[in-house]
């Protein structure tokens, strides 16, 4: 009796033990240099190229202008995983998601205090579009959202519940179908782009955690069509990748937010780097390496400058589409949601 | 002495001529099984960090966020082998010299991370120490960071390695016996004496091969330091952790060459001991 005590005590002590002194060896590290500063970012996975030549710039920026030597340290993620990470207490100071509603979900639990969507591109910070990525000259002969429901086909796009691309995706299949642009459904058919979504979904053979990972999976030569962001098919071709991508007649405009998260600033003391960081992120000179990096600027002028690499799509819809991302979470990828019943029937049948 | 605790493998029989063939095949058969499973996968990870040379390989793992990672590594595997040690050796006590009740139970709940997805186990203790977690506002009050840092780390990595020392050692104090111990007494030595002159020395081997298992397995785990951990950059980030975000990001090298690294780590470790036993026998 005596005995089991000692070891139940012994075992409390040195988890107490374990936990402090595991904290004061990592804030004492960030504050041993004097008037040194960590920013904390966490990202979804698709820029990371991107922000890999912006962070430097930044930092050089900073160093001139406050003398301060800034450091970072990046997480990428899911958009959905790294927003529930945020919420679950891992304390990005400033937060780069995929999709508005990952944003909102931080908001909602309270460490976001600022109206973050007050900036000339309502807190988006790049642009992008869903497209098709194919084989080296297109062996399954894929031109457009229609030809994806053909059977014997294996198409990659990842699961929805933590990557926002996939969200993309989905909207940008369904939408397409929904305004006309798929030849067996009629437009405003509802039932129809719903058939359409799974027999487009019996096809997908590989569900990754977020986007990057699903095209590393294509790399490896997995499936013949993969469904995501053109600057992914842009960088992976930046890379050496000899995959081609067809952009859609009809396709939906992605829109990536970026915000400052306040409860962590505020923890930190960091909240003056993290909007100069955020600021820098919009002006032109940054926009144009988002650009380098196969992302549509949300900058007019930078858009104009760089159109050629990027063509017009011919029928481009937004999230508006479906209401905007308050509508379209419940009503995709909700419990009831259309997605989530669509894959379920097919799990069921199979 | 070691005679109770080392197995004995069966003299081998000579096989008679005509069964010379199916013998072969036997053997063939296993060489090919092994050589499927492991020694093909092996290959090929060799092949691919070698691909650009070596000094690609010295290149690629001298960055500075793959030292620190690799560190990151290497600390929380020693910490969680001499928590377990200690640990370990009270649980092993309690559970073959000592009768209470709930004693069954104990023993089966060694065994849950055998069974539970490393995934979950990060789930669990982000329920736990999460910011909307059970003990969140114990951890508020005191400012101690369990999730996205280290103690979260360790604390997983733990839950995952428990089994190891526990089942190595069982086996071994179970088959020595009380005898000796009891001698031990009956010549006026102490509680500790007994235990550190008599108890310990027999389960030694246990030990060693307790703290291989538990260290190689604290070198791989992925999922739970990864859901516990998030993975960030030069902070968060163990080997195995690295390997990962490098193959995101297209550093084939520095991916295949990190894990040839940690594999190697993990083989010479099962490799060193079996010679290390071999050479004191």
Redesign the interface.
Known sequence: ?K??FI?IL??LI??VV???C??P??TGSTESVQGAKTL?L?AY?TP??AYGKLIPIFQTRWQQKTGQEITF?????GSGAQSR?I?????ADVTALSLEADVIRIKD?GLITHDWQATPTKGMVSNSIVVLGVREGNPKNIHDWADLAQPDLEILTPNPKTSGGAQWNILALYGAARRGFVDSVPAHDEAAAQAFLSAVLNNVTVMDKGA??SI?TF?KGIGDVIITYENEMMVGQQ?GQKYEYIIPRSTILIENPVAVVDASVDKHGTREAAEAFVDFLMTPEAQEIFAEFGLRSVDPAVAQATAEHYPPVEDLFTIEEFGGWSQATPTFFGDEGIFTRTISQLQRRS | MMNSTKMRWPAVQPAPAAGMWRRQLLIGLVFGYVGVLIIAPLAALISGAFSEGLGAIIYALSQPDVLAAFWQTLFIAV?VVV?HTV?GT??VW?LVR?H?PGQRLLNALVDMPFAVSAVVVGYML?LL?????VL?PL?AM??????????GM??ATLFVTLPFMVRELIPVLKSFGIQQEQAAATLGASGWQTFWLVTFPALRWGFVYGIILTFARALGEFGAVLVIG??????TETATLYIF?A????MYVGAYSAALVLGLLSLSLVLGTELFRRWRE
């Open positions: 009796m005995n089991r070891v012994l075992t040195i988890s374990l936990a402090g595991g904290q060896a990592e904390i966490g996975t990371r190229e340290e990046e997480s990428y993620l990470a919420v679950e207490g891992f304390e639990a990057r990972e590393i790399e890379n | 910490i928590l640990f009270m649980m309690v000592d209470f982000l120490f999460g910011r909307n977690g969140a951890l005191f400012d101690i960071k369990v999730a996205f840092a280290l103690p360790i604390l998030g993975g960030i950059q030069g902070r975000r193959l995101d990001e297209r």
